[in-house]
């Protein structure tokens, strides 16, 4: 089982990878969810977000059967806080089986 760290590695790479910025554009900025939709060249409304978080969301389930549930978001929250609830979804202990 992969310790905290790689697990926020792995969820900042992704989650970049899917929404078509780099993680330091991503995260040293700190961009809200709407920021991000602007941002990004992929995305053109909450629900190509959604996307890239159910992508996220099934790569942990496929690569560490982990499952992820995500709460409704509102687009000014930042990603330093999705991150945050990604990492609290991993490391609860009642969703660690697919």
């Known amino acids: 089982m992969p310790d905290a760290q790689e ?5 900042r790479r992704k989650f970049a990878e899917h929404v078509g910025l ?12 709407s920021e991000l939709i602007t941002r990004s060249e992929r995305m ?7 996307e890239a978080f159910a992508r996220t969301s099934n790569g942990l389930r496929k690569d ?3 499952r992820v549930r995500l709460p409704a978001l509102s687009l000014d929250t930042p990603v330093s806080k999705v991150l945050s609830v990604f990492m ?6 009642e969703r660690k089986s697919a």
Do not use: C, H, Q, R
């Open 22 to 33: 780099t993680e330091a554009e991503l995260f040293a900025e700190d961009l809200t969810l």
């Open 64 to 66: 560490f059967g982990l």
């Open 44 to 50: 053109t409304n909450s629900v190509d977000l959604m």
């Open 88 to 93: 609290g979804e991993v490391t609860n202990p």
């Open 7 to 11: 697990l926020e590695s792995y969820i």
